[in-house]
């Protein structure tokens, strides 16, 4: 049995600006252990550094200082093994390609030959519930659906994490509920780990084992929350005493952390209520 | 479909849109025409010269005496236009069967030719500086400023030189094509490779994606709609630099020899010059559709694709 760490961060800090720029630092002294099969939230204000974070897991940009290892790696190698798939908060779509082409692309690069890509993009596009649009381009699809696409073109290869930066921020309420059920769906088939950055406090209570509450300036880890709801997770977990009860300790912890108030609170309800105007 | 109930997918119209817009185009084409002819016989109608209008009326053929005078509306500088058309079908020289407008078409089908050929080169030399420069701001700090000089030398003083180096043949003509392809080409796809999404990009790298595998899927592609603006400038050009070429390079069969000899016999029937002009035009316009319909073919997947 292999390491059941599938992320390690040890002392991680992010400072950006350098010479004569100001000095940002937008992540201090981060410590961070992911299991194999975990889903993990990260969730904070903006500018807590939660998706520099993420960057830093995938290898998109390197700590200041501390370590990232994934899989026992160092995070650079394990971008170059392959070993993540990432889904931004847009779709990041190739508006050349069709649904299909798309979702080949990374088994492409990874040098799959062309039955295997076939085979496996009908596969996660079936899974996704995409089977009938194999051959459309991706603007004849929705926001939701392009998003399904990017999903099943992270999950393609099998990495063996899957890192989802406000995947489903562009979406409205009702797609993103439903969105996440598809994503939890999808991690309870696929075992893979996922870390996911949200701001959205009763999406990272429903999908996550934990989450991990970060506040702004400079951006801490203040609280790692467990989730305890038990799974499969259905529309009735969103009813449940203990969801709510979870969602109050998150959102305590934020308002703690100088979160709410500032930008993630007042921006979800803000964003809800004007949801609720326009539809 | 289960989970997620249809409605989800946008109406395709864009295919409906696109057709009506091509119907308005193409109406809006005839309408220009129409007004050009009217405006072009109107001047004459006012300040031309006397001319006899087809029919005979009760008092022998009938004669159009316009109010005015003009210069500049006088048969030799604004031939009638249905003279030039009538030009086209009379042969090119006394005694000869071949038309004019064989004749010409001839010559401008051979200039296509050697256009075509510079085209090609211009915008693969084109494409090749470009990738050269978005990998390397080292060579693009170097060389661009070169690149770019090198289009303010006037092509009629570039030509002579370029005639001497390669003698006087095709060769040279279509190095002059090249020429002033390879420009546009170049210019455009410094900024079409860099038009990526940056967020792509970063995908490309989370798979590990090589220089060359980040170029091929994602560099190039997302060029591609500026590379065909660089096109249908260049195939114009290419047309251009082709004929203006000829006189230098010394080739006998293209529209440069044509324009040159009916620009010397000017005086005893400027509807030839005019009528080559008209068949150079339409070959710069033929040439610009073919491109263009080339666009319209490699980009139909894209949304935006339909304009321009």
């Given amino acids: 049995m292999p390491d059941p760490t599938v992320v390690r961060l040890a002392g991680v800090d992010k400072i950006f600006g350098r010479g004569d720029a100001p000095v940002t630092?937008?992540?201090?002294?981060?410590?961070?252990?992911?299991?194999?099969?975990?889903?993990?939230?990260?969730?904070?204000?903006?500018?807590?550094?939660?998706?520099?974070?993420?960057?830093?897991?995938?290898?998109?940009?390197?700590?200041?200082?501390?370590?990232?290892?994934?899989?026992?790696?160092?995070?650079?190698?394990?971008?170059?093994?392959?070993?993540?798939?990432?889904?931004?908060?847009?779709?990041?779509?190739?508006?050349?390609?069709?649904?299909?082409?798309?979702?080949?692309?990374?088994?492409?690069?990874?040098?799959?030959?062309?039955?295997?890509?076939?085979?496996?993009?009908?596969?996660?596009?079936?899974?996704?519930?995409?089977?009938?649009?194999?051959?459309?381009?991706?603007?004849?699809?929705?926001?939701?659906?392009?998003?399904?696409?990017?999903?099943?073109?992270?999950?393609?290869?099998?990495?063996?994490?899957?890192?989802?930066?406000?995947?489903?921020?562009?979406?409205?309420?009702?797609?993103?509920?439903?969105?996440?059920?598809?994503?939890?769906?999808?991690?309870?088939?696929?075992?893979?780990?996922?870390?996911?950055?949200?701001?959205?406090?009763?999406?990272?209570?429903?999908?996550?084992?934990?989450?991990?509450?970060?506040?702004?300036?400079?951006?801490?880890?203040?609280?790692?929350?467990?989730?305890?709801?038990?799974?499969?997770?259905?529309?009735?977990?969103?009813?449940?005493?203990?969801?709510?009860?979870?969602?109050?300790?998150?959102?305590?912890?934020?308002?703690?952390?100088?979160?709410?108030?500032?930008?993630?609170?007042s921006g979800s309800l803000a964003r809800t209520l004007a949801e609720g105007a326009v539809g | 479909m289960a989970a997620f109930g249809s409605g989800e997918t946008r109406p395709a119209s864009a295919r409906a849109r696109f057709g009506i817009g091509r119907r308005r185009q193409v109406l809006l084409l005839v309408a220009f025409v129409v007004v050009l002819v009217l405006l072009w016989e109107g001047v004459k109608f006012l300040g031309g010269v006397p001319w006899r209008a087809l029919g005979t009326g009760p008092q022998g053929p009938v004669i159009h005496n316009p109010p005015f005078r003009w210069p500049l509306a006088s048969d030799l500088n604004l031939?009638?236009?249905?003279?030039?058309?009538?030009?086209?079908?009379?042969?090119?020289?006394?005694?000869?069967?071949?038309?004019?407008?064989?004749?010409?078409?001839?010559?401008?089908?051979?200039?296509?030719?050697?256009?075509?050929?510079?085209?090609?080169?211009?915008?693969?030399?084109?494409?090749?500086?470009?990738?050269?420069?978005?990998?390397?701001?080292?060579?693009?700090?170097?060389?661009?400023?070169?690149?770019?000089?090198?289009?303010?030398?006037?092509?009629?003083?570039?030509?002579?030189?370029?005639?001497?180096?390669?003698?006087?043949?095709?060769?040279?003509?279509?190095?002059?094509?090249?020429?002033?392809?390879?420009?546009?080409?170049?210019i455009a796809m410094i900024r079409g490779l860099r038009s990526f999404d940056p967020r792509a990009m970063e995908l490309m790298q989370s798979y590990a994606a090589s220089t060359w595998q980040t170029y091929v899927k994602l560099r190039l592609p997302a060029s591609l709609p500026y590379l065909f603006t660089a096109l249908k400038i260049a195939a114009t050009a290419s047309i251009v630099g082709a004929i203006v070429g000829e006189g230098p390079g010394g080739v006998a069969d293209g529209l440069g020899r044509v324009i040159i000899t009916y620009n010397q016999y000017y005086i005893t029937g400027p509807e030839k010059l005019w009528a080559t002009i008209l068949i150079t035009a339409l070959l710069g316009i033929a040439f610009f559709l073919l491109i263009r319909g080339l666009e319209v073919l490699t980009l139909r997947a894209r949304p935006s694709a339909a304009s321009g």
């Fill in chain 1, 25 to 265: 630092t937008a992540l201090q002294s981060i410590d961070l252990e992911i299991a194999r099969g975990e889903f993990v939230s990260l969730i904070g204000p903006s500018g807590c550094g939660k998706s520099t974070l993420l960057r830093i897991i995938g290898d998109l940009t390197p700590p200041s200082a501390g370590d990232a290892i994934v899989n026992g790696k160092p995070a650079a190698q394990a971008r170059r093994d392959r070993d993540y798939g990432m889904v931004f908060q847009a779709p990041v779509l190739m508006d050349w390609r069709t649904v299909e082409d798309n979702v080949k692309l990374p088994l492409e690069v990874l040098g799959w030959d062309a039955g295997r890509r076939s085979a496996r993009a009908g596969e996660m596009l079936q899974l996704m519930e995409l089977g009938d649009f194999l051959h459309h381009h991706p603007y004849q699809l929705s926001g939701g659906m392009q998003q399904r696409v990017a999903i099943a073109r992270a999950l393609a290869f099998e990495p063996a994490l899957l890192l989802m930066d406000e995947p489903f921020g562009a979406l409205d309420e009702m797609t993103r509920e439903r969105m996440n059920s598809e994503v939890l769906r999808i991690w309870e088939r696929t075992g893979t780990t996922v870390v996911f950055v949200t701001h959205s406090i009763p999406e990272a209570v429903f999908l996550s084992s934990r989450v991990v509450v970060m506040s702004a300036r400079p951006g801490r880890i203040t609280k790692v929350i467990d989730i305890d709801l038990p799974r499969p997770r259905t529309d009735l977990t969103r009813e449940s005493a203990r969801y709510f009860e979870l969602v109050t300790a998150v959102r305590e912890e934020l308002r703690r952390g100088g979160g709410l108030g500032t930008d993630a609170g």
């Fill in chain 2, 79 to 186: 031939p009638h236009i249905w003279n030039i058309v009538l030009v086209l079908f009379q042969p090119f020289q006394r005694g000869s069967d071949v038309t004019v407008m064989a004749h010409v078409v001839d010559a401008a089908l051979y200039t296509w030719r050697e256009a075509a050929i510079g085209f090609v080169l211009g915008a693969f030399i084109g494409l090749a500086l470009a990738t050269a420069f978005v990998h390397s701001r080292l060579l693009e700090r170097a060389f661009v400023p070169y690149v770019i000089a090198s289009q303010t030398i006037p092509i009629i003083a570039l030509a002579p030189m370029i005639v001497f180096a390669f003698g006087q043949s095709v060769i040279s003509v279509v190095i002059i094509a090249t020429y002033l392809t390879f420009f546009p080409v170049t």
